[in-house]
């Protein structure tokens, strides 16, 4: 937790909420798959609101990019892409945001669909 959150924590007791941006989220999933098929990324983050038992009651939303440009529709934290070939060079990333604190851009990851020769 950062400085300052813990100082304002101190400051105004258990009563207050402090609440900032979600930590930067990480994607998971497995990158080696077969062309043609489904892969499942997750875009996991943190609240960093406090009191803890404030964050647990939040839900997050995110926000999944494809390049640089915004998924449309694409809400929840699990991401299924359609594996093609031409999907090789796409580099996603996410943001989860809480009330309106968007957290920092999740690192880029690219699938690499695995060869075969057909
Ligand atoms: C994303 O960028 C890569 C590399 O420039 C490009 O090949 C690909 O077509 C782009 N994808 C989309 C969906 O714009």
Redesign the pocket.
Known sequence: MPLFQVLLILKCGLLCLVQSKPSKPKITGDLNVEVNGYIALTCSSQSTSAPYYYSKLLTLSYTWF??D?KMDGETRGTLRLYVTRDRK???YSCTATEEDMESDRSDLIQINPLCTYD
């Open positions: 494809v390049n440009t060079y796409n580099r």
